[in-house]
């Protein structure tokens, strides 16, 4: 069985979140919806053996616990602080494309597949960004899954995944994939919602 490797660009994925849940569940819950690390992660990989799983994203410093649950379960996580420097988002993701240009390097006799969280399909045309880096990867014999939301991924970069490899729309797991926190005090009484376990069967695999 072949390898996977996961690379996690947590603030695209949480951002287009945020939206889904509001045309899902409506806009007061925009902001109490969260992603579960641990049911993503699962359908990232599918059941396949991880060979290394990489997460970048920005955060405030009091949400640090919230990563140690990704760390937990054996992703390495990179993060900037919010405020922290300037060009934050540029600088998480080229931390993503290192690490996925290091693997493409040093698995070259042996690629595996590589499973890509995210919807940022942008600057192709200028042979950066990650839709370009995947297809460095493909090129070198790795095979391609993209999972994302429908709504928020570049739709080339959607097409061309779902030409030469398998996209995965976070959409048809949605109830996995987050769940609610309670609503914070002076807020509409709300109750939370928990994540359900996802159905890996409607899950389809490159």
Request: proline share 5%.
């Amino acid at each position: 069985m072949e390898k996977v490797f996961i690379y996690w660009d947590n603030s695209n994925i949480y951002i287009s979140t945020q939206q889904v849940a509001a045309e899902q569940e409506g806009d007061a819950v925009r902001y109490r919806v969260r992603l579960h690390f641990r049911n993503l992660l699962e359908l990232a990989h599918a059941g396949r053996e991880i060979e290394h799983a990489v997460a970048v994203g920005s955060i405030p410093p009091e949400l640090r616990h919230v990563w140690n649950r990704l760390e937990n379960e054996g992703a390495t996580v990179h993060l900037l602080e919010r405020g922290a420097i300037q060009g934050r988002e540029q600088g998480v993701d080229q931390a993503l494309q290192i690490a996925m240009m290091r693997d493409a390097f040093d698995y070259n006799v042996d690629p595996g597949i590589a499973v890509l969280l995210t919807g940022d399909g942008s600057g192709f045309d200028d042979g950066v960004g990650f839709h370009a880096d995947l297809e460095r990867m493909r090129r070198r014999g790795w095979r391609i899954e993209v999972l994302s939301w429908r709504h928020s991924c570049n739709r080339r970069m959607r097409e061309w995944a779902q030409e030469h490899g398998t996209f995965i729309a976070l959409d048809d797991f949605y109830n996995s994939v987050t769940f609610l926190e309670p609503p914070a005090p002076g807020q509409p009484i709300a109750a939370p919602r928990h994540a359900t376990p996802p159905d890996l069967s409607r899950r389809p695999v490159e």
